[in-house]
Each structure stands twice: as C-alpha cells, then as structure tokens.
C-alpha cells in the first residue's frame, strides 16, 4: 500500500514538473532544462532547412518590377479637329489611339466648322486642335497668347468649280458673276478676297457664304449656284454628286499669280495647322512631344499612295470623310504636310504678313510675335 501511494506521489510530480516547464518554455524565450533546448535546436535546425517558398509568392518577379517602373501613364488629350483636309492626317493617329498603342489617349472630338472648335479651345474643353492658320493667330490675340502653334499640317486645297454653261478661264471671267462659298472669316474668304483685290474685283464679284462645305455643294446640285469655292476632298465629293460640274481654277495657283500681281514676296499657301493651349504644353511637355511624333507619323502614312486604300477607309470609319472612296480620290490633292518649328514660323510668317496687310482682322489684329511659335 505504501509502495502503491509513493509511485502515485512521484508520478503526480513527474506531470507537474513537465507542465511547469511547457508553459514557461511559451512564456519565456529563456531555455528551461534539456528537454527546452532540445525542442529549440529542432526548431533552429527545421527553420534552417525549410525552403523560402513564401517570398516568391508575394515578391514579383526583378523583371516586372523593373517594366511597371519605367511604364508611363498615358496623358489624356482632348483633341479637336475638323471634317476635312485639315483633320484627314490624323486618322491613323486615331486608329492607334483606339487600338490602345499610341504614347497618349486622345479623345477626339470632330467639328464641321472652325467656330464650333473656337470656343472649346478658349475655354480649356481643348488641349490640341487642327484649324485653320488664320484662326490659330485670331486665338493667339483673343487668349492673350494662351495658344501656341504645334505645326503646320495642310497646304493649299481650294479650288473653284463652275457649273455645266458657265465658262471661267480666268479669275477677270468672274466680274459681275455671284460665287458661293464656305469658311467665312477663315482662310478661304481671306484667299479668295486677296485673289479678286489683286484683279480689282472685290467689289465686282457677289460671293455668298455658306456655313459648311455641304451646304455649297447643295446649292450646286440644286442649280442655285452656277460657281462654287470649296477645298478638297468636297471637290471629289461635289464632282462624284454633281453632273457635268467641273475645275475651272485652281486657287493655289492664282494665289501665287495675285501675290506676284501685287508685288509681294513669294509665299506658300498654308492653309491648316494644329495648335495647342499654352497651359497644357507647360504641364505635359512629353505629351506633346509625343503627340508630334506620333501625328507626323499619321501623316506620313496618310500621304503614302502604298496605303490609299487603308488610309482612305479609315478617313470613313472615322466620319473625316463620309465615304472611302471619295477619300481615296482626294487625297492625293489634299496636299496634307508636316512642318514645326523654325521652318514653320519661316514658312507661314509671310501668309500672315500678306493676310495683316489685306486685313489685320484676319489674324486677329495684329501679327503674332515669336511666342506664338512652339519651339519643340
């Protein structure tokens, strides 16, 4: 019986021993006994010969840290531009722009008339616009230098069409005849107006003006008008619709004659250009560098006759032109060019001499200075 009791007794101790020791061994980092440093070494030696598969699970790889660190954010650029030669460059641009693979994101808004586009870039609606040239020097005064021209994009497009019955070999065969029109206060009316002064025309010829380039076309086909001015590709468009109808002058070519008539200095018919808002170019400086490379890129791959069709079916897709195959035959004769910097400023600087000379209200009323010019 004694015996029995005692073993009970030590047996009681044992446990207690060994549960004292397991909960000082979770309280306490210090080792308690052999049994303590044991189950320490194994746990050194397990941690020791455990593989890391943990880091490679939350740690991305060094090559995609290093691809999301150099990655840009594409800037927003809310970019307008007008049905027409004057926005025709910049459909492959908005091609790539769609398929997610251009530097910026353009959201582009497409305007029939430059006076719809006016307004949204004096407000900021606007980052980038193609409009006319005259326009960019009128926005340039109006904005008190808030617009800057990027480049020059559209040389001379303008020619005039007469009717089955009329006859117009010369600009003198327009005295005492009435000649429809579109883009009053823009550069058609500027041109056309310095042609006829230079014949001393000005006020022996009526000429209506309509608000859009449709409109002029209408008023042919209805037989309202006999001669029509309206630039390509309406030209091709208005040919296609209007039977008999054909190109009596072409206007680039009589430009140069009244230039030369009236004794000025040679200059280049430039007709449309891109302009951007001051305020953005100082904020996103790459954008616009980008957005340069990459419309001079659409240019160039709209002018290369290898890409007509393409070119032409994207000018449709994109509502610049209403149909692919009078786009395709425009734009040969669409005259669509890349120019900046200081050979911009050399060649539009004389155009807009001649337009301040003729009329300072055509550039805004006075001659932009150097700060109007964007240096890249």
Same mark, same amino acid.
């Given at each position: ?13 044992? #446990? ?6 397991? #909960? ?93 586009? @006016? ?41 005039? #069409? ?67 001015? #309206? ?16 190109? @009596? ?21 430039? =007709? ?29 791959? =709209? ?40 050979? =911009? ?32």
């Amino acid at each position: 019986m004694k015996k029995t009791i005692s073993l009970l007794l030590a047996l009681c101790l044992l #446990l207690s021993a060994c549960g004292t020791r397991t #909960l000082d061994s979770k309280a306490d980092t210090t080792p308690a006994e052999s049994t303590s440093e044991a189950a320490s070494a194994a746990s050194t030696a397990a941690e020791s010969t455990m593989p890391e598969t943990t880091e490679p699970e939350t740690t991305a790889p060094e090559s995609t840290v290093q691809a999301a660190s150099e990655a840009v954010e594409r800037t927003k650029v809310n970019f307008g531009l007008l049905a027409g030669p004057t926005g025709m460059g910049a459909a492959k641009l908005l091609a790539d722009n769609e398929a997610g693979s251009s530097a910026n994101e353009y959201v582009p808004t497409l305007f029939n008339a430059p006076t719809d586009a @006016a307004p949204k870039l004096i407000s900021g609606e606007l980052d980038i616009a193609a409009v006319p040239t005259n326009l960019a020097a009128v926005l340039y005064q109006k904005t008190n230098g808030a617009v800057n021209l990027l480049a020059l994009n559209t040389l001379g497009v303008l020619y005039l #069409l007469t009717a089955p019955g009329e006859i117009v070999a010369s600009v003198e065969d327009l005295k005492g005849k009435t000649v429809y029109s579109s883009g009053q206060a823009a550069v058609p009316e500027y041109v056309l107006s310095y042609i006829l002064d230079a014949y001393g025309l000005k006020d022996e010829v009526e000429v209506v003006y309509e608000a859009e380039h449709d409109a002029v076309i209408a008023a042919v086909a209805s037989s309202k008008a006999k001669i029509a001015v #309206l630039p390509e590709p309406k030209v091709t468009a208005a040919l296609s619709k209007v039977e008999g109808l054909s190109i @009596a002058l072409d206007l680039t070519e009589e430009w140069n004659k009244a230039v030369e008539k009236r004794g000025q200095s040679d200059c280049t018919l430039s =007709m449309g250009c891109v302009v951007v808002r001051k305020a953005f170019a100082e904020e996103h400086p790459e954008a616009v560098a980008a957005f340069l490379k990459e419309y001079e890129a659409s240019i160039q791959y =709209m002018s290369d006759p290898a890409n007509a069709d393409d070119a032409a079916a994207l000018c449709e897709r994109f509502t610049i032109i209403p149909k692919a195959a009078v786009a395709k035959k425009a734009l040969p004769n669409s005259k669509l060019c890349f120019v900046t910097g200081e050979e =911009m400023k050399t060649q539009i600087a004389p155009f807009y001499q001649i337009l301040f000379d003729f009329d300072p209200a055509a550039v805004g009323g006075k001659l932009p200075d150097d700060a109007f010019y964007f240096a890249k």
